[in-house]
């Protein structure tokens, strides 16, 4: 059964918003901090943005001002809402939980595509 289930990718043009989600199906999530990592074609992972278990946030200079993360505690999901596409936000968009940076695990991974 996997620990994280992202949805919400796909294509998109120039300009366009997404929100991405991950969910969780584990009962500590409260506990956990979140993040959002993205891969694109020939690159390496990186970060995009984190919120911690207490709801601190931090996110990559790449996308602050135009990306949101937030979590529903209640749902076992955080999400990542995208405004502002450029094409160079495409890339496969992978959800990390972690408990105080230990008992990692990451999602399958959910398709964005920014094109015209």
């Known amino acids: 059964q996997a620990q994280l289930v992202e949805s919400g990718g796909g294509l998109v043009q120039p300009g366009g918003s997404l929100r991405l989600s991950c969910t969780s199906s584990?009962?500590?999530?409260?506990?956990?901090?979140m993040a959002w990592y993205r891969q694109a074609p020939g690159n390496q992972r990186e970060f995009i943005a984190g919120?911690?278990?207490?709801?601190?946030?931090n996110y990559a200079d790449s996308v602050k001002g135009r990306f949101t993360i937030s979590r529903d505690n209640a749902k076992n999901t955080v999400y990542l809402q995208m405004n502002s596409l450029k094409p160079e936000d495409t890339g496969v968009y992978y959800c990390?939980?972690?408990?105080?940076?230990?008992?990692?695990?990451w999602g399958q991974g959910t398709q964005v595509t920014v094109s015209s």
């Open positions: 919120i911690s278990s207490g709801n601190v946030v």
């Open positions: 990390r939980s972690d408990f105080r940076g230990l008992d990692i695990y």
């Open positions: 584990r009962s500590i999530f409260s506990f956990q901090n």
